[in-house]
């Protein structure tokens, strides 16, 4: 298994460009999540699925949409680029959601620069 | 929302036993309390869960008391290799369910 993989590894964009980071995992994992976390910081949960065709909304989704067609894929977009969102963006997928006992998998990171 | 509290920082030695804590209020009644462990430029690692009383696996054990306000995770015989930041991570009681992260402790072990 390959686990949680995302791309790309890293990213520049300009103020007011879009664009998706990608997560994929081949755990048959019901529960996905995005998290930003800032440097020198802790784990900010910005969206999550429970399950193909459902997402709801973290602490921080702001800025950010995502959808859930397939139970491996959790692509997070970016409408609107702005340097607050510089930030490593991680993907995790675990078992199940409504519970922290399920281990999550982490994906290695996007780090992203709005400039 | 739960919240949680961490030191934000602990340094020890080699060879020593490591205690961080990790304060919870507002957490769900029948979730887990779970720790993580990251290292620069990686996602977080599962270290151990835990209910109540006290979880031992190989790396760690989990101490956590009857009203589960507070989580220890205890790191035996720390080696340079621990040098990391640990999370502690909770499940919110309230009605729109969320996983409530901790800010993290950043641990440094000295040789």
């Known amino acids: 298994n390959a686990g949680v993989t995302q791309t790309p590894k890293f990213q520049v964009l300009k103020t007011g460009q879009s664009m998706t980071l990608q997560c994929a995992q081949d755990m048959n994992h019901e529960y996905m999540s995005w998290y930003r976390q800032d440097p020198g910081m802790g784990l900010r949960l910005i969206h999550y699925s429970v399950g193909a065709g459902i997402t709801d909304q973290g602490e921080v989704p702001n800025g950010y949409n995502v959808s859930r067609s397939t139970t491996e894929d959790f692509p997070l977009r970016l409408l609107s680029a702005a340097p607050s969102q510089t930030s490593v963006y991680f993907c995790?997928?675990?078992?199940?959601?409504?519970?922290?006992?399920?281990?999550?998998?982490f994906g290695p990171g996007t780090r992203l620069t709005v400039t | 929302l739960a919240k949680t509290t961490q030191p934000i920082s602990m340094d020890s030695y080699e060879g020593q036993e490591v205690n961080i804590t990790c304060s919870h209020n507002?957490?769900?009644?029948?979730?887990?309390i779970t720790w993580y462990q990251q290292f620069p430029s990686q996602g977080p690692r599962f270290i151990i869960q835990?209910?109540?009383?006290?979880v031992t696996n190989e790396v760690a054990s989990l101490f956590i008391p009857a009203d589960r306000k507070s989580s220890t995770l205890s790191l035996p015989r720390v080696s340079l290799s621990d040098t990391a930041v640990y999370y502690c991570l909770v499940g919110d009681r309230g009605s729109n369910y969320q996983l409530i992260w901790g800010a993290g402790t950043k641990l440094i072990i000295k040789p």
């Open positions: 995790a997928s675990s078992k199940r959601s409504r519970d922290s006992s399920y281990e999550q998998y």
């Open positions: 507002n957490i769900a009644t029948n979730d887990y």
């Open positions: 835990g209910y109540k009383t006290k």
